[in-house]
């Protein structure tokens, strides 16, 4: 339960601060809006969830 609480944790802080991080710090890098920019804006976060989030666990059990 406390393994599941402490990624439960991880997860709402990670959110909050990649959503804090679009909201405030994307506007000052103008980007030209064209679909390869906004399919990485779109798939970028959702990449470091999995890399923050699931890698660790998978290198645990490896060891």
């Not at 944790?9 to 679009?22: D, E, N, P, R």
């Not at 405030?24 to 804006?41: H, K, R, S």
């Amino acid at each position: 339960m406390n393994n599941q609480l402490f990624f439960l944790v991880k997860l709402l802080l990670l959110s909050t601060l990649i959503s804090g991080l679009i909201k405030y710090v994307g506007p000052i890098f103008l980007f030209p809006p064209t679909a390869v920019n906004a399919l990485m804006m779109v798939l970028l976060p959702t990449i470091f969830m999995i890399s923050f989030l699931v890698l660790p666990m998978v290198l645990k059990r490896q060891s």
